[in-house]
């Protein structure tokens, strides 16, 4: 209510110190950010900088004790050793035999979990079935349930159904636990796929499956390549349902791995260790450096439940 | 709904009881020398020499990619320059920082902050500055008063309308007390209703505050409807500086001459005949006298020139009067209510013509038209520059 | 939409195709925790048996040194690596942000241990933190006589060993959703802040971290979830030990099921493991499903 004065307000200096030329590029803060992201940087890679030149070491120089240092005799003799005759269990030809289980398991269950996966997204997005959508969500807190807390029961059922410890077994399980995260992959997909799309196939005369299988899995490729990506990298990966629902003949390469470094008696070869483990790292080390985007899409996809 | 004037340099005494007299910063110009600004080592402005009045209304008019927004940036200091200087208010900006430049943007996003209230998003800029709290309170209700933000203070960004960000956007500008507002296309994001009575608040918010500000936008109505002066801006160079009636009746150049108005300019090309104190410009089947054109220069004989004379300078003869200036055949009648616009075929060329009223001359009908030679504007074909 | 009179004949096809998905959700979902709830009131052995005790495998379960300590191990491990894990991936999306030269290739360093198996990764780590030939030794080698890192065979500190292993593996997961979040934040809001003269700590700090508030969530679910499940590092970094110092719940199931048969205490674990898991994502769906709804009426 009183007559304002003619000063300025205290916020707005009238002479604020003002920069007379260009601002330096290189200040105190750019430099922090990189020397933590290169520290940060150096403490991812080392483990794989380890595995990689330990496994190129004579023992000699492993019983050096220098984790660091560069090989003084590079050898490839770990590589063919885990390759080819490295001890899993009795058996002792190698971790390729884990190698081409491991294969086995990938490829049908790939194929199979994520045809399903589409089918349910599908028939979910665009299709109206009493209790699909209750269904649908109890699937989903199936995704977070713990494999020991299901385990036994399969188990027993599988020894019934005569398919424990085999490959069609092994394949149907990850089938199963993979059901959950591609359903919802796919579901979220074809979400965003236009419902007139749909009501134009079904003017024209489409059914249920002919519109499935020649209009909507077509068109889901770029979400297929993430399931891909997704899949193959968690099922080659996988530890524990290998281990009981393969089998002895279809050991996946990650127990073998396992059973090579950690049941071993006698001495500890650690250059055909790390040979070893960094075999089993290749497939999925691979699908991740060539799918780059892709494989953070299907981080993010299948991270962002519902 | 009008807002209670608050004069700048006078302490009324006010006739409402919650009107504020806040003292604030003088409204400043801006000074742009020889400017250059690069983009990935592309120039995307070079030698531009700019200046604003202090109070004045100024559009930046231009198509997409003109450099406008680029322009602005670099006044707010968001972009870096690589030549030339920048003043505001007499001081060399330059290299400051944005905040230090006396200025207060909008966005066409309105870019306010989600998680914060109204009362908040304005504030928080002054909070962090370390303005008193007295000061703060003082300053956000008489932003809120002149935007009708009353209400809305406690609301969060979600929980309101398009226009209403928008006015919280300004708002957040206004408390800052600034002596230049810039706005980057800040109604683009608004459908047309909301967009016409955006654009009136903004005309009455500049009457009131009588702040500089520095408008992008590519639409010319609301150059039209707000601007003190438009600079029309084409491939990074102004193309004309004026006041909207100048840029309108008198365009500098074919660019401009076509840029604004709806439909917009015909052109013709010709010849100009001069002889005997009388200039014409002829073609076949149009004749037009302008011997009461400004030229600039002296007009040669049988100089080749382009015509350019808008829809509503063209006056249709329907009722079969006497011939015109020229006449062509009638192809589409498009009726807008107030007014009609009426193409026509001339000589294999399409002209239009606006109507007032509702007309409804047939298709295919010949109609003779007069063209009004006080409003045409004349072009060298070679340069597109006004004669 | 439905053609009324040939809607029977084609939902057909739909519960048709829908019925793999109705038997996994029955079978191999609710039917087997009911089953195994069912056996954890039982005193099955090696086999399962119909005599129903009550919650006696559960008292047995709750004196049980070994589960003790494994659910102590995994509570402790648990907080440490989500903590670590938010920490750190949050970092390295924030400073990945701020337009650093070799971007792409930084994030490809952060993210590639998400790649590789728990084993591979519990491997590596077992031999990095080796006392005699890993990096106690080699540090000791540079001059540093008294430079002691042996937690991996000690009893207290063993746990945190598969701590920095799960880090260094799963934080790279955190980064990549922290930097979907953040690039979901407008530019333009940058711009207004850099106007209203806000520094940038404090534009994260005020304006970038409340939003991010979903994307922690997620992360901090899918941490916690990883957390109740850790197996395979275990395994492969420590095998529980030494001794059962590393022993963690999900590895005290296998034990107790397949080595040395007593199906009616795994049971009790596994239902103890489940009704964690559910504490844990009912409130995060619970609210997901309403932020939905409120983003769907808005």
Redesign the interface.
């Known amino acids: 209510m009183s ?10 200096p009238a002479a ?8 330096p590029r290189v200040t105190p803060a750019r430099i922090g950010v990189y020397a933590f992201l290169l520290t940060a940087a150096a403490f991812f890679l080392l483990p794989l900088y380890v595995m990689l030149i330990t496994s190129v070491k004579p023992m000699a120089e492993i019983r050096l004790g220098n984790l660091f240092a560069l090989p003084a005799d590079w050898t490839i003799e770990p590589w063919i050793a885990a390759w080819s005759q490295a001890c899993t269990g009795l058996d002792c030809s190698g971790i390729q035999v884990g190698f081409w289980n491991s294969v086995k398991i990938v490829l049908p269950s790939t194929v199979i979990s994520i045809f399903f996966g589409a089918l349910n997204g599908y028939a979910l997005s665009f299709w109206r079935a009493r209790g699909a959508n209750l269904l649908f969500g109890v699937l989903m807190i199936g995704a977070f349930v713990p494999y020991q807390v299901v385990m036994f029961p399969l188990v027993r059922a599988f020894a019934a159904a005569g398919i424990f410890s085999s490959l069609p077994g092994i394949v149907l399980i990850h089938t199963i636990f993979g059901m959950p995260v591609m359903t919802l992959l796919f579901r979220n997909y074809y979400a965003s796929v236009p419902g007139e799309l749909f009501k134009a196939a079904r003017i024209d005369g489409g059914g249920f499956f002919r519109i499935f299988f020649q209009l909507m899995l077509p068109m889901a490729t770029p979400i297929i390549i993430v399931a891909v990506i997704m899949q193959v990298t968690a099922i080659w990966n996988d530890f524990i349902l290998g281990l009981v629902f393969a089998g002895r003949d279809n050991l996946p390469m990650t127990v073998q791995l396992n059973n090579v470094i950690n049941t071993t008696t006698g001495e500890r070869l650690y250059n055909v260790n790390m040979a070893a483990t960094v075999l089993t790292s290749l497939v999925p080390l691979a699908i991740y450096l060539i799918s780059g985007r892709w494989f953070v899409r299907g981080i993010a996809a299948g991270a962002v439940k519902g | 709904m009008s807002a209670i004037p608050v004069n700048s340099s006078v ?1 009324l005494p006010s006739s409402s009881s919650t009107a504020t ?5 003088a409204s400043a110009n801006v000074d742009i020398r020889q400017l250059e600004i690069r983009l990935g080592g592309v120039p995307i402005i070079a030698a531009m020499d700019l200046h604003v009045q202090a109070g004045e209304f100024l559009v930046l008019l231009g198509p997409s990619g003109c450099g406008k927004s680029t322009l602005l ?1 670099s006044i ?3 972009l ?1 320059v690589h030549a030339g200087s920048i003043e505001i208010g007499g ?3 330059t ?6 430049r ?4 909008v ?10 209230s109204v009362e908040r998003n304005m504030s ?3 909070r ?5 709290k007295a ?1 703060i309170e003082k300053r956000v209700a008489r932003a809120a008063e002149i935007l009708h933000l009353q209400e809305l203070l406690k609301r969060k960004p ?2 309101l309308s398009g226009g209403q960000r928008q006015r919280v ?1 300004i708002g ?2 206004l408390v ?3 002596g230049v507002f810039l706005f980057d296309e800040p109604l683009s994001n608004l459908d047309a209703k909301l967009r016409a009575e955006l654009r009136r608040e903004l005309k009455q918010l500049h009457k009131n505050i009588g702040t500089t500000m520095v408008y992008v936008t590519h639409d010319q109505v609301e150059a039209m409807t707000l601007a003190s002066r438009i600079a029309v801006m084409n491939k990074g160079r102004i193309q004309q500086i004026g006041a909207p009636g100048e840029i309108y009746n008198r365009p500098a150049n074919v660019f401009v001459a076509g840029f604004l108005g709806s439909p917009s300019m015909n052109f013709a090309e010709g010849t100009l005949q001069v002889a005997g104190g009388a200039v014409t410009f002829t073609r076949t089947g149009l004749s037009v006298d302008v011997t009461r054109y400004a030229f600039a220069q002296a007009p040669r004989d049988g100089q080749a020139v382009l015509l350019g004379i808008r829809p509503e300078d063209i006056a249709l003869h329907l009722d079969g009067a006497a011939a015109g200036d020229g006449s062509g055949t009638v192809a589409l009648v498009e009726p807008m209510g107030a007014q009609t616009i009426v193409w026509m075929d001339v000589q294999g060329q399409q002209v239009s013509a606006m109507l007032s009223g509702h007309a409804e001359p047939a298709v295919g009908e010949q109609a003779p038209f007069r063209i009004a030679a006080e409003k045409v504007s004349l072009f060298d074909p070679g340069t597109q520059e006004r004669l | 939409m439905d053609v009324g009179r040939s809607r029977l004949r084609q939902h057909w096809s739909v519960y048709a195709a829908l019925l793999p998905m109705a038997a996994t959700v029955l079978f191999a979902y609710i039917g087997t925790v009911l089953w195994s709830v069912r056996i954890s009131l039982s005193n099955s052995r090696t086999f399962p048996s119909d005599s129903f005790v009550g919650l006696a495998q559960y008292e047995r379960l709750f004196t049980s040194e070994r589960w003790m300590v494994s659910v102590h191990n995994v509570l402790i491990f648990g907080v440490l690596f989500i903590l670590a894990c938010l920490v750190i991936g949050f970092l390295l999306a924030v400073f990945i942000d701020q337009k650093v030269a070799g971007e792409s290739v930084l994030r490809t360093v952060f993210l590639y241990p998400y790649a590789m198996s728990f084993v591979a990764t519990g491997l590596v780590w077992q031999w990095i933190l080796n006392p005699e030939l890993g990096l106690q030794t080699t540090v000791r080698g540079w001059g540093f006589e008294n430079f002691s890192f042996d937690w991996i065979v000690s009893q207290d500190k063993v746990i945190y060993t598969v701590v920095i292993a799960a880090v260094w593996q799963a934080s790279g997961l955190v980064m990549a959703l922290m930097l979907a979040g953040l690039r979901g934040v ?1 530019e ?2 940058w ?9 940038r700590w ?1 534009v994260y700090a ?2 970038v971290l ?2 991010l508030g979903p994307s922690f969530a997620t992360a901090l679910v899918l941490l916690s979830v990883g957390v109740v499940k850790v197996y395979d590092a275990v395994i492969a970094m420590t095998q529980g030990g030494p001794g059962i110092a590393s022993e963690v719940p999900a590895k005290f199931i296998m034990d107790y099921l397949f080595g040395r048969a007593n199906i009616g205490l795994a049971s009790a674990a596994s239902t103890v493991m489940l009704l964690t898991v559910l504490a844990v994502i009912t409130p995060w769906m619970y609210a997901r499903s309403r932020s939905n709804r409120n983003a769907r009426e ?1």
């Open positions: 007559t304002p004065s003619s000063a300025l307000p205290a916020a707005v604020a110190p003002v920069r007379s030329k260009r601002p | 302490d007299p806040v003292p604030h910063v940036h707010a200091g968001l870096d001081r060399d900006v290299w400051a920082d944005p905040k230090d006396s200025i207060g943007m966005f066409q996003s309105y870019a306010l902050y989600p998680t914060m928080f800029g002054l962090v500055n370390g303005t008193p000061e979600s929980q956007a957040r500008a800052r007390d600034v | 407008d333009e809001m711009k207004a802040a850099r106007i209203d003269g806000i520094p404090r005020s304006i409340p939003q808005a």
